[in-house]
């Protein structure tokens, strides 16, 4: 509401309006396990940044003599059966999956975002084709797909990017279409097209900055889903492979020695978990916290 200011002689003023995303990151605070689950993420991914330079070993440095033995003050997360220290290549393997976590999201985000948003403006028959080749994708298994592209291609780890991004668009890819179609027929896109502005002009100007939550809120829960499916796919041998580490290698190295070594088992996958776990709470909380439906007077 305009207000009256004696300093400014009478002038109505206007007092600013919150932006969307100043509101969603109000909304954002209140929800106490969002923000928790958004610290906790944050170390860990802190953790596996600068951790290894604070370590006195290399994710790859043996010592046989030493072997497999527990938990020490030496060795926080103890060793594996070469006598590598666990917590060095837990981090380590940290840096892997999260790599392959945004970047795979990122790759996916890429062709669904396009894809989704030329299907939805265009309308019609080439929005019904593009669609039906969507539902075809969908019909294939995508982990026998992603697999399939890592025997023909091989195992590096740039490609495992790539493959895991291309089977995760498909969902993204339907988000946005539904969103754009939503919003094809307002008021400001026929003012835009009125004005002779271009299709790519009208998406990239006024029609995708509108889906941007959406977007993000999607995007934090395909991160747990591509670490899930690198994970995997280490584990079947088919990922990341030796010497380097992942925390779908040492979650498979763990399984094999979880009767004698358990903790090779057990670290992993806490920290695995506690990943997943905090994206997920975060990618809940990021889709209420964008939700338009949401006020003040009903949190």
């Known amino acids: 509401m305009p207000t009256l200011d004696a300093q400014t002689n009478g002038t109505a003023v206007s007092e600013p309006g919150n932006s969307l995303g100043a509101d969603a990151w109000r909304r954002m605070c209140r929800n106490r396990m969002a923000i928790v689950a958004l610290g906790v993420f944050l170390a860990i991914v802190l953790l596996c940044l600068v951790g ?53 999201t990122a790759v996916s985000l890429v062709i669904g975002v396009l894809y989704g948003a030329v299907s939805g403006y265009a309308g019609g028959r080439v929005d019904a084709l593009m669609m039906r080749v969507v539902d075809v994708l969908y019909a294939l298994p995508f982990t026998v797909f992603v697999i399939l592209l890592t025997v023909m291609f091989g195992s590096d780890l740039k490609l495992l990017f790539v493959a895991i991004g291309a089977v995760q668009w498909l969902t993204m890819a339907r988000i946005v279409r539904s969103q754009i179609r939503g919003l094809r027929n307002l008021e400001f896109v026929e003012a835009a097209e009125g004005l002779g502005l271009s299709a790519r002009r009208i998406l990239l100007r006024h ?25 995997m796919l280490s584990f079947l041998g088919l990922g990341v492979q030796p010497p380097m580490s992942s925390w779908g290698v040492l ?49």
């Open 52 to 104: 290894p330079w604070f370590t006195p070993y290399t994710y790859e440095g043996m010592d046989l003599a030493y072997g497999p033995r527990g938990p020490c003050a030496a060795h926080w997360f103890g060793t594996d059966k070469m006598g590598r220290d666990l917590l060095t290549r837990v981090l380590h393997g940290g840096r892997i999956s999260l790599a392959v976590g945004f970047l795979g």
């Open 207 to 231: 029609l995708l900055p509108n889906v941007t939550g959406p977007v993000i809120v999607y995007a934090t829960l395909t991160v747990p889903s591509v670490m899930l499916l690198e994970a």
């Open 251 to 299: 979650i498979e190295a763990g399984a094999d020695q979880m009767e004698v070594s358990p903790w090779l088992l057990i670290f992993p996958a806490l920290i695995f978990s506690a990943t997943l776990f905090s994206l997920n709470f975060l990618g809940d909380g990021l889709r209420d916290a964008f939700d338009p439906r949401t006020t003040d007077g009903g949190e």
